[in-house]
């Protein structure tokens, strides 16, 4: 109870500047979490905390030789984690650096263009399903990619099913690569992308599925495959491959990912939360007349 009393007490001594300042913490965090959430981090994180509650452990019970190891093993931990965590850490950077305001209050694109995207992106997938034409396409969200961007060629044109198709041609010089496409346009083709190492992928997918679950792995990007040998198109996100889908469930996918404020109010920007309320209220004021 006292505890309790004494919790109250500072929040009610608190200043405006103190809730400020915790609302400026919490979005950053917010913010900066997904960047470095990525399969290989989220593993390194859990053996961080195991090595801090054992070292916990070791305090409580007295084991003056384990203890004193694991302690200078923490005292150099930060700078184990800047070595481990440099690819999150300049990946972070870089998308900071890259921060629009516009961001913060809306969605970079209008859902209905990225509707148009997505459906134009769907209709080539089928397209090339049918014909067994490879593809790689990386979409991408937080994360701006400008240095898989910088590998391959510059294109910043419209999303069309036939660029997509042309691109993706047997004998393009660009169909090798990955097509990466940023804020509704195609930025980018012949893109190099990290591949995965994870010895879960099945033994038949090819470079192409491992550049994709790759990408998934080290970003927050949607990357959609087309086998070249099978047809068969999938999604990789997160680290995980989603195999053998429909059109109809590869543009389900994309429409959850990409624009997920679209569907059933579940994410709703700023801007548009504003919107609708000065709609409800010309609508009250409506009906008082």
Same mark, same amino acid.
């Given at each position: 109870?006292?505890?309790?009393?004494?919790?109250?007490?500072?929040?009610?001594?608190?200043?405006?500047?103190?809730?400020?300042?915790?609302?400026?913490?919490?979005?950053?965090?917010?913010?900066?979490?997904?960047?470095?959430?990525?399969?290989?981090?989220?593993?390194?994180?859990?053996?961080?905390?195991?090595?801090?509650? %054992?070292? +916990?452990?070791?305090? $409580? #019970?007295? !084991?003056? @030789?384990?203890?004193?190891?694991?302690?200078?093993?923490?005292?150099?931990?930060?700078?184990?984690?800047?070595?481990?965590?440099?690819?999150?850490?300049?990946?972070?950077?870089?998308?900071?650096?890259?921060?629009?305001?516009?961001?913060?209050?809306?969605?970079?694109?209008?859902?209905a263009e990225m509707d148009n995207v997505i459906a134009q992106t769907?209709?080539?997938?089928?397209?090339?399903?049918?014909?067994?034409?490879?593809?790689?396409?990386?979409?991408?969200?937080?994360?701006?990619?400008?240095?898989?961007?910088?590998?391959?060629?510059?294109?910043?044109?419209?999303?069309?099913?036939?660029?997509?198709?042309?691109?993706?041609?047997?004998?393009?010089?660009?169909?090798?690569?990955?097509?990466?496409?940023?804020?509704?346009? %195609?930025? +980018?083709?012949?893109? $190099? #992308?990290? !591949?995965? @190492?994870?010895?879960?992928?099945?033994?038949?997918?090819?470079?192409?599925?491992?550049?994709?679950?790759?990408?998934?792995?080290?970003?927050?990007?949607?990357?959609?495959?087309?086998?070249?040998?099978?047809?068969?198109?999938?999604?990789?996100?997160?680290?995980?491959?989603?195999?053998?889908?429909?059109?109809?469930?590869?543009?389900?996918?994309?429409?959850?990912?990409?624009?997920?404020?679209?569907?059933?109010?579940?994410?709703?920007?700023?801007?548009?939360?504003?919107?609708?309320?000065?709609?409800?209220?010309?609508?009250?004021?409506?009906?008082?007349?």
């Amino acid at each position: 109870m006292e505890a309790l009393l004494n919790v109250l007490q500072k929040v009610t001594s608190m200043q405006w500047s103190d809730y400020l300042d915790i609302v400026l913490v919490a979005y950053l965090i917010y913010r900066i979490l997904p960047l470095i959430r990525t399969p290989s981090t989220m593993r390194v994180a859990r053996a961080v905390v195991v090595v801090v509650a %054992i070292a +916990a452990l070791t305090d $409580v #019970l007295n !084991l003056y @030789t384990m203890s004193f190891i694991l302690n200078q093993f923490l005292s150099i931990g930060l700078l184990a984690l800047v070595v481990l965590f440099q690819p999150e850490l300049r990946r972070m950077l870089d998308h900071l650096g890259s921060v629009r305001l516009r961001g913060l209050f809306g969605p970079m694109r209008p859902v209905a263009e990225m509707d148009n995207v997505i459906a134009q992106t769907v209709a080539a997938c089928e397209c090339m399903s049918r014909e067994k034409v490879g593809a790689l396409i990386v979409f991408t969200r937080e994360a701006r990619l400008d240095d898989y961007v910088k590998t391959g060629t510059t294109i910043d044109g419209q999303v069309s099913e036939q660029l997509i198709r042309n691109i993706f041609f047997p004998k393009a010089a660009l169909h090798d690569g990955a097509m990466i496409i940023r804020e509704g346009k %195609i930025t +980018a083709a012949g893109c $190099v #992308l990290p !591949l995965s @190492t994870s010895d879960r992928l099945a033994a038949d997918l090819g470079t192409r599925h491992r550049a994709g679950v790759g990408m998934s792995e080290s970003s927050d990007a949607v990357v959609v495959i087309v086998s070249e040998e099978t047809g068969t198109i999938s999604v990789a996100e997160g680290g995980m491959l989603k195999r053998h889908l429909a059109p109809r469930t590869l543009e389900k996918l994309l429409r959850n990912a990409l624009c997920p404020e679209s569907k059933d109010g579940a994410e709703v920007s700023l801007g548009e939360y504003l919107k609708r309320l000065r709609s409800r209220e010309k609508e009250g004021k409506g009906h008082e007349e």
